[in-house]
C-alpha cells in the first residue's frame, strides 16, 4: 500500500484520486511518519458503515458457500470433518 505526506497529498491531490480510482488500491496519508488518513475507492467495503460491511461480508460467505460442491451421496458430515482432522 502507497503512503504519501500530507504536504504531498495536498499537493498532489487530484493525482492522487485518480490514481486510487484507476488502481483500485488505497493511499495512506501521514503527517511526521506516523498514519493520519486513507484515501480509498467510495466502492471500497472499508468506507462503508457498518451495517451495509456486515452485510457485505455476509453476502461474500454466502457466494462461497454457493461454491462449495455438496458432499458426496451418504457420506456423513460428521465423516468428513473426522476426514479433514486427520490431514
Given at each position: 500500500?502507497?503512503?504519501?505526506?500530507?504536504?504531498?497529498?495536498?499537493t498532489?491531490?487530484?493525482?492522487?484520486?485518480t490514481?486510487?480510482?484507476?488502481?483500485?488500491?488505497?493511499?495512506?496519508?501521514?503527517?511526521?511518519g506516523?498514519?493520519?488518513?486513507?484515501?480509498?475507492?467510495?466502492?471500497?467495503p472499508?468506507t462503508?458503515?457498518?451495517?451495509?460491511?456486515?452485510?457485505?461480508?455476509?453476502?461474500?460467505?454466502?457466494?462461497?458457500?454457493?461454491?462449495?460442491?455438496?458432499?458426496?451421496p451418504?457420506?456423513?458430515?460428521?465423516?468428513?470433518?473426522?476426514?479433514?482432522?486427520k490431514?
Amino acid at each position: 500500500m502507497k503512503r504519501v505526506g500530507l504536504f504531498d497529498a495536498k499537493t498532489h491531490l487530484s493525482q492522487l484520486v485518480t490514481e486510487v480510482h484507476q488502481k483500485r488500491q488505497r493511499i495512506i496519508i501521514q503527517r511526521r511518519g506516523k498514519d493520519m488518513a486513507v484515501l480509498a475507492p467510495c466502492d471500497d467495503p472499508s468506507t462503508l458503515p457498518d451495517e451495509q460491511r456486515a452485510e457485505w461480508i455476509l453476502a461474500g460467505i454466502d457466494r462461497l458457500l454457493a461454491k462449495q460442491a455438496p458432499p458426496p451421496p451418504g457420506q456423513r458430515l460428521k465423516d468428513l470433518i473426522t476426514e479433514g482432522r486427520k490431514r
